[in-house]
């Protein structure tokens, strides 16, 4: 239902631009977001964005990172300027309650920056 794309592997001060795709009932109806998980720690939120565009962004990116939504194609993207070594994981996109919930998720996009 939600499936990422655009990951790979980038110098430390490189830029990204993940993909979600989902289908336009989820699209429509909640809100979306990138989270991430590195090895060895948790999941975090990354960025969220809700049906009627209102953002949130995580202290740790925000300034280099930004979260949008192509309505016509119900897709999400996370634009990622900037990297950082610390940014490397696997990023996955889901929608909040299923973060909430912990279900639902994918196998990810792979984010891998070199210093």
């Known amino acids: 239902q939600l499936v990422e794309s655009g990951g790979g592997l980038v110098q430390a001060g490189g830029s990204l631009r993940l993909s979600c795709a989902a289908s336009g009932i989820i699209f429509s109806i909640n809100t979306v977001g990138w989270y991430r998980q590195a090895p060895g720690k948790q999941r975090e939120s990354v960025a969220t964005?809700?049906?009627?565009?209102?953002?949130t962004i995580a202290d740790s990116v925000k300034g280099r990172f930004t979260i949008s939504r192509d309505n016509a194609k119900t897709t999400v993207y996370l634009q990622m300027n900037s990297l950082k070594p610390e940014d490397t994981a696997v990023y996955y996109c889901?929608?909040?309650?299923?973060?909430?919930?912990?279900?639902?998720w994918g196998q990810g996009t792979q984010v891998t920056v070199s210093s």
């Open positions: 889901n929608t909040r309650r299923n973060y909430e919930l912990d279900v639902g």
């Open positions: 964005i809700a049906p009627g565009g209102s953002t």
